[in-house]
DNA sequence: GGACGGTAAGTGGTCGTACCAATTTCTCAA
DNA sequence: TTGAGAAATTGGTACGACCACTTACCGTCC
């Protein structure tokens, strides 16, 4: 029996790689405005209903975006638009892959540091200092954990890979940072933190990347231990 | 004027929240069944087509999966899963985030193969060696394509980390290799990928991490190189 | 004539119902 | 006991109606 072409899928994925295509061939580019979801739904041939769902993946894989009320439109295609479910992963796993995600950090963010080190400009040194203090100040949890966040985010911005910092953002999911810091505060680990943050700014100052690739690769290794020890407990 | 708690949003984006809640709480563990779309819609007090929008992120996400006549059922939730969106930015990327992409393999493949030196076991050696013969006997692009990809997939698949493994996938969608080829087929550089494949093999047969970090490096440096003409070409 | 404000048209978001198609479960006969 | 077919279950698709937010238009007032 001879099988029907493009017969054996659902419809709404027909309309899904059709998009993606579109859009992966130029036909369609970033920012531009799509016809309404009628009238999309009436070129492709299929319901309203079928046609939302459609959307309503492309858009959750972050490449068309739908603005109430305004229309329709593809994003910029950044990799920070087409990466930002990859916080999904640190916020539902535990145990083992906790682990995992957190060796992959070990290996990018050294490198990150590493690159940034030669690139990061004088503004950037300033915020990173801001928030060095910032974060001791810090009073509640959520408080320290941002400026946590920030401090790190500084430096893979800096790298100049916007890959590279869109991924190091979906591994530093906000709800993870919190867990590990929770893990924490009964050991007062704090002073050792602020001390390896002090040591990968120095290493930034001094514009010595294998410095940089180094201090962040212990001040990683520190949250790898505690991945390990969650991961033991577990079990 | 006060806020009102939990309004600004549409009823989708709650439904899809609480279910990505009850799942990183484990009240729905991996492989569970879910409720009927119709009973969840009731549960969660939306219409079913709401609901159905809902899900359609959460498979997109990784996170559901559904099966016609079957029911609604939760992944594994193994990186695997979630990260297979991932290919779509090696889909659909271009120009500098191309380059960009290639950057971060080269970070991680060459950590991969240094770990995979020291775990990868006898039959996943046999398997490398297998795919080298086979890719070297190839004729059509496609063919080869396939053995240069699995081979790859074999090494970040021997590294032990799965997120490790799911992101490289990624990186290395089938249609973002076809490109490179394609770009390749004038310049007669197969010998070359052939020689640079034996070497990551020899050093793994040695077990010896800093060869397969290097050898993997260099092979890649060739891909970094492509792109970085191909993103010349476009300006 | 230009700025302002309100109204109407356009468009995504939600709802409900009906029906189709794949799967599973049940039933009954061989 | 077993196996084939019928029935119930459940995801997939299609309409049609209405709501909520944006944008654009148009008339009024300064």
Redesign the pocket.
């Known amino acids: 029996m001879p099988d029907d072409t493009g017969a054996r899928t ?3 994925q027909r309309a899904i790689d059709e998009i993606k295509t579109r859009i992966a061939m130029g036909e369609l580019a970033p920012g531009q405005r ?1 016809p ?3 009238d999309l739904a009436a070129d492709l041939g ?5 046609m ?2 459609a959307i309503r993946a492309l858009t959750v894989m972050g490449v068309l975006e ?7 439109y593809v994003t910029q295609l950044k990799p920070g638009d087409l990466l930002d479910t990859f916080g999904v992963v640190a916020e539902i796993s535990r145990g083992d892959t906790l682990l995992h995600l957190v060796q992959v950090r070990k290996i990018l963010e050294p490198a990150a540091a590493a690159a940034a080190a030669a690139r990061i400009d004088e503004e950037g040194l300033i915020r990173l200092r801001a928030e060095m203090t910032a974060m001791e100040r810090g009073t509640t949890a959520e408080e320290i954990v941002g400026h946590d966040l920030e401090f790190h985010r500084i430096i893979t911005e800096a790298a100049g890979n916007p890959v590279l910092a869109a991924i190091l953002g979906g591994l530093n999911s906000r709800t993870f940072r919190a867990r590990v810091w929770r893990g924490y505060r009964e050991e007062g680990v704090f002073p050792r933190t602020f001390r390896e943050h002090d040591e990968i700014y120095r290493s930034l100052i001094e514009r010595d990347p294998d410095g940089a690739r180094i201090a962040t690769a212990v001040h990683i290794g520190a949250v790898e231990e505690w991945a390990r020890r969650q991961k033991d407990d577990e079990e």
């Open positions: 659902t419809v709404t799509l309404t979801e009628r299929l319901s309203r209903s079928s939302r769902e739908a603005r109430h009320g305004a229309g329709i």
